[in-house]
């Protein structure tokens, strides 16, 4: 059966001038008026909703040098940027330690006798 009819399409092809006379084989006339009385011509196919093209910007851009030190090496930027994703890392890393020194190496316990309080 053709997904395009309707149901009130259906009922109208199954129901519309029924022949006063009856019906002597329904399953004839049910093959009739579905061959020969469905609509068709009005079942239009629509176009599908998602056609608009898809934005510039979602196409990935090509490999550019990254401008970071050290050997050359290529990298995809997402937007602008000209350093690739490690060196930016490394640069906030850079910029983090620089705001915020680390500190030294952890104090290690002395390892002499233990002081107690003997009294
Ligand atoms: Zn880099």
């Not at 053709?2 to 092809?13: K, N, Q, W, Y």
Request: charged share 25%; hydrophobic share 30%; aromatic share 4%.
């Amino acid at each position: 059966m053709e997904p395009s009819i309707s149901a009130t399409d259906l009922r109208h092809a199954l129901t519309n001038g029924l022949p006063p006379t009856g019906v002597r084989s329904a399953v004839g006339f049910l093959r009739h008026r579905l061959t020969e009385k469905t609509p068709q011509e009005r079942a239009t196919v629509r176009p599908p909703h998602d056609t608009a093209p898809r934005q510039e910007s979602h196409h990935p851009k090509p490999l550019i040098a990254c401008e970071g030190p050290g050997p050359e090496h290529l990298f995809r930027p997402l937007d602008d940027e000209t350093h690739c994703g490690r060196c930016r890392q490394d640069a906030a890393w850079a910029a983090h330690t620089a705001k915020y020194p680390p500190h030294g190496p952890a104090p290690v316990p002395e390892l002499g006798p233990t002081v107690r309080s003997v009294r």
